[in-house]
């Protein structure tokens, strides 16, 4: 008997034993997961810990860009409007507040269109309506694409200023063409001017026969007519009426030149020699254009010229067109002052105005033509024309 229990109290001992070897294993097992779970969780805090501290760096950032953006939209000197889908103001700077007034926020794109701006003859531009503003704004809007969201950014630039440059820009543009057209008229009246008063003073002469008197007065008739036909010119000019092109015959031209300058010419001791060599062609141009810039370069020859001197006057058919030259043995010109010749306000005379050839190149260039000179100091100069042929000519 005692044997048996001996032998059930050795079995229960040893499952005992058993029992807390696997009692010690398992919690040498747990002690260790357990310390894995600590470093893990270690681990996870501090990178937790990192990762706030850059969601934290990163809010910070995004308030200073938010604060700059707010600095940068308040100090632009445009106006900025943001609109909701329902284009609907939903926030202003204060650019915006100062061109269109107050309120905006909340109100509608199409009510303020309405209520404070008026459209003007540009796209995009509009006028402010403030009764209570020195003087009447301008602006102009421009509009950002609908985003996905269907939201749209609109930037509005007072252009007042700008506007009333570019008005007196446009103005002295204006002035400095009425100063050109009035110094071209100068010179176009001139000569014919200059022409008449000669013949007028032949009138005065008792000496003069009946017939004489009877040429001089035709003369001086046609000479005024002239004038009045040069000043209709530049008033339809003015007007931008086109003026029309007729057919001119190259002799005629001759022949109408050479009666206008060559009584100048004699009062001063010059000699005009005519070369007509056009064989009777003929060319579509502007009549009045053509002889306003022939009278110039008989002008500038005669007053190139001393007493005594020639001065000759051409004209020659060619294939392609036809070749208008004035000659003369005056002073010339020194090379390196030929470039110049044509600029506008460039003159070699103190009482010159410098219009002059500037003047003829844009006349001779209207009519796809061309001028140049040819000159040497003391041996005079030339003055080629070259008009071309088109349908219709000779």
Known sequence: MKTIETRSLSVDQEQLQLAFVAFNEASAQLSGEYQKLQHQVAQLTRELALANGELQRQLIAKEDLSQQLSFL????PGGVLALDTNECIEQVNPAAVSLLGKPLIGLSWSQILKERLSSTSMSNEWHVNCRHALKQRRIRIQSSATDSTGKQILLINDITEDYEIQEKIRRNQRL???????????????????????YANHLGSDALASEERQ??????????HHLEQLTKDMLRFVKGETTELEKVVISDLLTELQQVIEPQLAARQLQLIVRDQSQKASLMINHQAICGAMINLLENAMQASNPGGRIILTGTREENGIVLSVCDNGLGIDIALQERLFEPFFTTRSEGTGLGLAIVRGVIQSMGGTVHIH???NRGSEFV???PRVKGDY
């Open 375 to 377: 000159s040497l100091p």
């Open 215 to 224: 040429k001089f007065a035709t003369k001086t008739i046609e000479r005024l």
């Open 385 to 387: 024309i070259r008009l």
């Open 73 to 76: 939209l308040n100090a632009l």
């Open 176 to 198: 400095t063409s009425m100063g050109e057209m009035a110094a071209n008229l100068a010179h176009q009246l001139r000569t014919p001017l200059a022409t008449a008063l000669l």
